[in-house]
């Protein structure tokens, strides 16, 4: 091989073991490590001007955000109540209305403190598949519908821990514990097909399910959070994965003149 055919070698395996790290967009504005103030104005523009996401980031579009598959329900399958619910084709349309009211950690070493994220969407659409099987007394479930659920003023708190990683001599993000916890002021749900044989008992429970909303989230939250849990964690980390934790912050000063601050 010549010299210049080497080369290209070498670029191309450079280029696959390490791709250039993504940045972000130029018109965000970039904040100092733990400048709450400024992350909280600067997530706010992020989000009002990239509805549709950020594929170069990885920031999947906020407006229609496609989820993995979720367990909410899953008891032993014996005995004369039982039940397993699952969902699939799950959307989240909404978070491109969210406003985050608060911030809390991005220190510049970010293991140091937790990370507090507080948002407010007016309105969470999730729509998906569900399969339902399941044993209640004499009534006997095996059914697969569309479900769509309304959380109304839906106000979320995550809670992050976070460990760095090293990659390219940059330092990169990576979420290991979030723990979110959500309020909502009502639960609107609609499954379709929930009784095939009887369409009169698909609506009788649509109305009940509907009236007792309170009874039901207090039942299913402990799975719906673990649902959130997943949507938060795979959405952040996919952008932490792209952009270098430093590349996200303005560059400390240089510490000889002795302005660096965490
Ligand atoms: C988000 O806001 C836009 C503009 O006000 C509105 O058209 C859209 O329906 C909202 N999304 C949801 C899920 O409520
Ligand atoms: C549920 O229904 C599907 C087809 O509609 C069938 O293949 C399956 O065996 C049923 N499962 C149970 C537990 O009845
Ligand atoms: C299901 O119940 C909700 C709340 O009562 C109602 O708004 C909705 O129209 C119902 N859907 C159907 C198809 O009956």
């Known amino acids: 091989m010549n010299k210049l055919t080497w080369l290209c070698c070498i670029f191309m395996l450079e280029g696959l073991g390490a791709p250039l790290a993504a940045e972000l967009p130029g018109d965000i504005e970039k904040c100092h490590f733990g ?12 989000i009002k001007r990239y509805p549709k996401g950020i594929p170069e980031i990885g920031l999947p579009p906020l407006d229609e955000y496609n989820f993995p598959d979720a367990p909410i329900v899953d008891t032993p399958h014996r005995g004369p109540i039982w039940m397993t619910f699952n969902m699939r084709d799950n959307v989240n349309k909404g978070f491109n209305n969210a406003t985050i009211t608060h911030v809390e950690g991005f220190l510049r070493d970010p293991t140091k403190q937790q990370i507090i994220l507080k948002a407010r969407l007016p309105r969470l659409l999730h729509e998906a598949t569900y399969d339902m099987q399941g044993r209640f007394l004499l009534f006997v479930a095996n059914t697969t519908g569309k479900l769509q659920s309304d959380f109304q003023n839906f106000r979320l708190t995550l809670t992050i821990k976070v460990i760095l990683e090293y990659r390219n001599n940059k330092r990169y993000l990576k979420i290991y514990d979030l723990v979110p916890v959500v309020d909502i002021d009502r639960w609107i749900v609609w499954f379709d097909n929930l009784y095939r044989e009887n369409e009169d008992v698909t609506i009788a429970l649509n109305r009940s399910f ?14 719906l959070l673990k649902t959130f849990s997943t949507v938060f964690t795979v959405l952040l980390n996919t952008v932490f994965e792209q952009v270098a934790y430093d590349d996200m912050f303005l560059p400390d000063i240089d510490i000889r003149f002795g302005y660096s601050h965490d």
Do not use: R, Y
């Open 35 to 46: 400048d709450s103030p400024c992350l909280v104005k600067t997530i706010n523009a992020l």
């Open 210 to 223: 509907n009236k007792n909303w309170l009874e039901f989230w207090n039942d299913l939250e402990p799975g």
